[in-house]
């Protein structure tokens, strides 16, 4: 009985030791898009200014010298469309993707968590893309691949 | 010759002596009808309500023993509510349904150490309230589950000891297993009253209560089992 009491105390003082750190939540509001060599499969620096009809900010995000780049995705939507404007040249590249919205609070004392799930293209004017990752997590590398 | 003579002999024997132990008095049968009830309040619950921010809950148990199985039942309701740069709340009510088995043989004492399995349900709705910057501006972000549904089981490991008179207090730790959740859409619920955080699927928890006993027969005397 003496130890049965004991092991259940352990169990129950461990089950409460439940105050979590904001940053161990994995769940990213995010993708990640790496781009891609289409001849050599390599990482490929790329610079892009990119827009979305939905974003605030009005000149979009500016990457240069980048082989990956995140960008958000809209909680109130289940689809958004980016333009990618190539720095340096008239070319420009579209991409859209359908995804579901999730919210969960990892922590009261944290903000609400957004992240994404089932991932999908809908349409992209890139030379080849594919969706290894369809939930946006900290612990995938990459959401989507371009090839170009 | 003689060792099998002997042999023989002493299987007799043996065959003998055992139907010697079936002629022993058969024991006393069981006397399953309900003898005592206890009515319960969960004192940690009703204390968190009284003390605690932002949680309104509590708890009733009823009990009906019978031999050495208590038939359990407790109701509940929770309503938690979280602010802080967001408000989550999240209300509905429980029950838990099952049996414990009391390994103290005195039903006079009306003190329990036992064992038992529950099964559980809850019925509740959630609802978020957010107001920030994910990356298309400082929006306000409505999300609601209306309807939600949960049900899991449970192992208790129960002690109630008597206090004064009919009065008892007691604890139940809970292993709480096997939590299912339906009617989530995109706000993935925190809590399930009556269960806690949805983290893990399965959980402890411990409860204190407080017992009131109504005895449903006199006992001069304790029974003989």
Known sequence: MKKLLITLATTIIFSCNDIESCDANDQLNFFILR??????????KV???VLSGDLIYGEGFYFSDSTAIGL??????????YQFDSVGTDVSYFLTLSYQTNVSIFDPDCPPSFYYSNLDTVNYTFDSLAIPGTITNRQLRTNVEVYL | MWR?????????????????????PPKPKPVWKPHEVKIGINAIRSGRTAFGSGILTHEVQGVLAMHFLNVI???GTEKNTYKETYTYENSGNYLRFGGDWN???????GNVTSLGLRYARATFNDQLDYTGDQGFGTL???FENP???ARWVEVTFNLRGKVISNFYMGFTARWQLMRKIRGEGQLETFDIPGFGNTRRRNSTAFDYYLIWRIPLSKQSKPPSF
């Open chain 2, 4 to 24: 099998f003579t002997f042999s023989s002999l002493f299987c007799i024997s043996l065959l003998a002596a055992l139907g010697q132990e079936g002629e022993a």
């Open chain 2, 73 to 75: 039942i407790d109701l």
């Open chain 2, 147 to 149: 309807d939600l549904k």
């Open chain 2, 140 to 142: 306000s972000y409505d």
């Open chain 1, 35 to 44: 781009f891609y060599d289409l001849d050599t499969q390599a990482s490929k």
């Open chain 1, 47 to 49: 610079a892009f200014q």
């Open chain 2, 103 to 109: 390994f103290v043989k005195s039903k006079k004492s």
């Open chain 1, 72 to 81: 958000p995705l809209n909680p109130v939507e289940d689809s958004i469309t």
